[in-house]
């Protein structure tokens, strides 16, 4: 049964900072492409940033610059390290597994979703 779970959103002000944690069971995290993606109220599901298999990265313009992901194939985790939050970075965060590298993301090319963690920034 492969599993993904999200943790680390919250509520935070303007300029604040999050870790957002995706830990995975049931498969390896190394051999695919994982990515963040987010949805906020009356929007599309938007890829935000992607991990591949080599280690090779690639974010939305809007946040390039202020988050980094990144992952440790030991303890089958991926992170999101989201710095300097603005208002419009709020949305649920989701966790995608088992996709392709493929800009702009695609969420049907991901197999495998989380439940999403909420994040909110305030003015």
């Known amino acids: 049964q492969v599993q993904l779970v999200e943790s680390g959103g919250g509520a935070v002000q303007a300029g604040g900072s999050l870790r957002l944690v995706c830990t995975a069971s049931g498969y390896s995290i190394s051999s695919y492409s994982m990515g963040w993606f987010r949805q906020g109220p009356g929007k599309e599901r938007e890829g935000v940033a992607v991990c591949d298999s080599h280690g090779s990265t690639a974010y939305v313009g809007s946040v390039n610059g202020r988050f980094t992901i990144s992952k440790d194939n030991l303890k089958n985790t991926l992170y999101l390290h989201m710095n300097s939050l603005k208002p419009e970075d709020t949305a649920m965060y989701y966790c995608?597994?088992?996709?392709?590298?493929?800009?702009?993301?695609?969420?049907?090319?991901?197999?495998?979703w989380g439940q999403g963690t909420q994040v909110t920034v305030s003015s």
């Open positions: 995608a597994a088992d996709g392709i590298m493929r800009w702009p993301l695609v969420p049907s090319d991901f197999n495998y």
